[in-house]
Nanobody, 123 residues
Framework: QVQLVESGGGLVQAGGSLRLSCAAS????????VGWFRQAPGKEREFIAAISWSGGSTYYADSVKGRSTISRDNAKSTVYLQMNSLKSEDTAVYYC????????????????WGQGTQVTVSS
């Protein structure tokens, strides 16, 4: 079992930055890939970034590529998502998720989810 808690969301002006954190508990976290997803009102949950269990591999959706960096500190059981040059269309609830093994890119491939943190970008 892995429990995930997101934090770091909030209200930010367009062009600003935020760093989201995903704190995990559970023995298998260090061997789990982690993904970040987001869901805007009235839209489906979408994949935005993933990181392998070691942190050696990362992958980004086109919507955030070049503006975001995913990283992890297994000693602290935490995964981060640094988001820069934020736009109004980045407004959403952001979720982290964990899955054993390789990086995944689809919601149904993840086993554990956090409760989400709200990010609101004002224009």
């Amino acid at each position: 079992q892995v429990q995930l808690v997101e934090s770091g969301g909030g209200l930010v002006q367009a062009g600003g930055s935020l760093r989201l954190s995903c704190a995990a508990s559970g023995r298998t976290f260090s061997s789990s890939a982690v993904g970040w997803f987001r869901q805007a009102p009235g839209k489906e949950r979408e994949f935005i970034a993933a990181i392998s269990w070691s942190g050696g591999s990362t992958y980004y959706a086109d919507s955030v590529k070049g503006r975001s960096t995913i990283s992890r500190d297994n000693a602290k059981s935490t995964v981060y998502l640094q988001m820069n040059s934020l736009k109004s269309e980045d407004t959403a609830v952001y979720y982290c998720a964990a899955a054993r093994g390789l990086m995944r890119y689809n919601t149904h491939e993840y086993d554990y989810w956090g409760q989400g943190t709200q990010v609101t970008v004002s224009s």
